[in-house]
């Protein structure tokens, strides 16, 4: 009975002893087993492995029967396992018994990816080599942020090195502590005779108190802002040059605290540029008061030879009549034509007046753009016309449609002349035709004409046509002072258009223009 | 009642013409001439050298030309249109000015009509014929204060 109990009692004890011991074991076991975010295998000294965590099927993309026997080389980009790397992180955690590397591993799939590996070296009782445990960690994201960040700073020092501007970076007491490579040139300092300095050491003496009143102030405050709004700021040079500046603040958080970044611009460049564009634009006021008060002047030298010009002219006409008829038996035919000849003079002088007062002061008017009933302007002319003249019967060819912006009272006189000069023109034909038309150009431009089939002109003389004066006629052919197309010629180009004439001898002629800038 | 008329010209030229139109025109009314602005209000107010003068004969019709010495023609008829009267007082502008700010003016300041002298005779004769006619004969005077 005693042996069947302590019989019983060993085997409980065995049976507690091995439930211990295999709950060790397999408490170790569930744990690895359970490690799904690093991957934990085994394997001997050659490198074949004989254990395999779901971590690693979960990492690598092997199951444990794919890996299990294997050699880790199957584990590592073809390259690396042909360079001995395997083995030589092997050795490298043999002797110090546990090695951390970092390097690139190869999935199942064939993708790579970053590795941290954490190599153990395993032995027995003895000391024996058993093999290696390795736990690996998929450190890709890890890696690429590092390379960003890397990236990110190296641009940011590129950038704050070589930035146009000088920029200079202050701690919350004023000290400089970082300055790039514009400072040197734009101060006169080298850069490490001033990486320890006062800020205030670059401003000029009188502002230096109430900068450190602004720099406790934006401290407390600290914004990305444009310092000194409004403000005159000046920087000072190492030999007391003052160069006037923008700057731009902008905080930065650092491990000692908020420190600030101030971008410091030479305006020096800007500021002549503006007292330059101030002194223009007086110049320019100055002109335009000028000219205002020369048009003023004209207007009254014109007022003045419009009255005093003619009452001389009144009194050689009136004159020569009141001789002609009054003493016509004491003066002999040629003398009688001496005095017609006077008149006649006197008359043409006096319309001349008109026409130069007319021409001058189309150059001073103002102009008022409107919507112009064109066709309407055209027929009210030539209607005109037809009533000064009612002996002669002409075709007047007018196209109905025709509108446009314009000064309507310049314009009246623009066409006034080139239908007037038209008639003008004509009246030695029988069949005389005057047309008004306009059409299109290929470029959408309308471009207006007046049309007559009477005694044309040279074209030779084309370049004179329009100047004032210039007659292309003689005066018993065809009345007239020269100064109608002149006048024409000046509406159109105030209207920012062009004008321009076809004609030959005994052909008639066309004037085209336009009433608006190509 | 005589119809008379008032000239207001300073060049003789032109008045030498003005009365050689008036004549060709048969118009036979009695003109007196005042030679500048002063001596036009002298005549119709009855001073200076007009002291005296019974004002209520007032003439049918003034005929003023606008650059005048002393006081100008607009200034004459300014101080005509001020008076009570001679608020009514037919005046013709005759003149050699056809710029517009002229016409705007005198007819703002009461000027009845607003002709230009041309610088041919004969139309210029017509023009003072044709004036002649209109307000010597045809228009009806505004009824004197007499």
Redesign the interface.
């Known amino acids: 009975m005693a042996d069947k109990k302590n019989r019983d009692q060993k085997n409980n004890l065995e049976t507690e002893n091995s439930v211990t011991l295999l709950s060790v074991n397999d408490w170790f076991h569930l744990l690895v087993q359970n490690i799904n975010s690093y991957a934990v295998f085994l394997h001997d000294p050659d490198g074949r492995i004989n254990y395999w965590n779901p971590g690693a099927e979960q990492i690598f993309g092997y199951r444990s029967e794919e890996t299990v026997g294997q050699n880790i080389s199957m584990l590592y980009p073809k390259e690396e396992a042909g360079a001995g790397i395997p083995q030589r992180e092997m050795k490298l955690a043999l002797t110090p018994g546990r090695a951390e590397v970092e390097g690139w591993r190869l999935r199942k799939d064939g993708s790579r990816f970053w590795a941290e590996v954490s190599i153990i070296a395993l032995h027995d009782q003895e000391h024996h080599l058993l093999g290696f445990g390795k736990i690996i960690r998929d450190a890709t994201e890890r890696r690429n942020a590092d390379n960003s960040l890397k990236k990110s700073r190296t641009m940011f020092e590129r950038l704050f090195e070589n930035a146009p501007d000088a920029i200079i970076v202050v701690d919350s007491r004023g000290v400089i502590r970082k300055v790039n490579q514009q400072v040197e040139p734009f101060f006169g300092y080298l850069r490490e005779e001033l990486l320890g300095q006062r800020i205030e050491v670059l401003i000029p003496k009188r502002y230096h108190q109430i900068h450190r009143q602004h720099r406790k102030n934006y401290f407390a405050d600290p914004r990305t802002r444009k310092m000194g709004a409004g403000l005159e700021l000046y920087g000072r040079t190492r030999d007391n040059r003052e160069v006037p500046v923008d700057i731009m603040l902008s905080p930065i958080e650092t491990d000692e605290g908020t420190w600030a970044f101030a971008v410091i611009r030479d305006v020096t460049q800007r500021k002549q540029d503006e007292q330059a564009i101030t002194e223009l634009n007086d110049l320019l006021k100055r002109q335009v008061h000028q000219l205002a008060a020369t048009n003023r002047e004209l207007e009254a030298f014109?007022?003045s030879v419009?009255?005093?010009l003619?009452?001389?002219?009144?009194?050689l006409?009136?004159?020569s009549?009141?001789l002609l008829e009054d003493y016509s038996d004491k003066i002999d035919t040629t003398g009688q034509n001496y005095l017609n000849r006077i008149?006649t003079a006197?008359?043409t002088?006096?319309e001349l007046i008109?026409h130069l007062l007319t021409l001058s002061r189309l150059t001073r008017t103002e102009m008022h753009l409107e919507e112009v009933d064109v066709s309407g302007m055209g027929r009210q002319v030539a209607e005109e016309i037809r009533q000064q003249n009612p002996d002669r019967i002409v075709d007047f060819v007018i196209n109905d449609e025709m509108m446009e912006m314009a000064d309507p009272k310049l314009l009246r006189i623009a066409i006034t002349n080139l239908l007037s000069n038209a008639w003008k023109f004509t009246s030695k034909k029988d069949n005389a035709r005057i047309e008004f038309n306009v059409e299109e150009s290929p470029d959408g431009e309308r471009i207006y004409y007046i049309r007559d089939n009477g005694a044309g002109f040279n074209e030779e003389y084309i370049d004179n046509l329009f100047k004032p004066f210039q007659r292309l006629h003689a005066v018993g052919e065809f009345p007239g002072t020269g100064i109608g197309l002149a006048t024409v010629h000046r509406v159109i180009s105030r209207h920012g258009g062009r004008i321009w004439a076809e004609g030959g001898i005994d052909t008639g002629a066309t004037f085209y223009f336009t009433l608006a800038p190509s | 009642m005589d119809k008379k008329i008032l000239l207001v010209e300073d060049?003789p030229?032109?008045e030498?013409?003005v009365m050689?139109a008036l004549k060709k025109a048969n118009v036979f009314n009695e003109v007196t001439v005042a030679h500048d602005g002063a001596e036009a209000l002298d005549y119709l107010f009855g001073t200076g050298d007009y002291a005296g003068r019974d004002i209520t004969d007032t003439p049918a019709v003034t005929l003023l030309d606008?650059?005048l010495p002393k006081i100008d023609g607009l200034g004459v008829l300014r101080k005509i249109r001020e008076d009570e009267r001679f608020r009514n007082l037919p005046v013709v502008i005759l003149?050699?000015?056809?710029?517009q700010e002229d016409i705007i003016k005198s007819y703002e300041l009461g000027a009845n009509s607003y002709v230009r002298?041309?610088?041919?005779?004969?139309n210029?004769a017509d023009a003072v014929r044709q004036l002649g006619l209109y307000w010597l004969v045809l228009n009806e005077i505004p009824p004197s204060q007499r």
């Open positions: 014109s007022y419009s009255h005093d003619r009452a001389p002219l009144r009194a006409d009136g004159m009549l009141a008149r006197a008359q002088m006096g008109d | 060049n030229d032109d030498m013409l050689r606008l650059k003149t050699s000015s056809r710029e002298k041309p610088v041919e005779f004969n210029f």
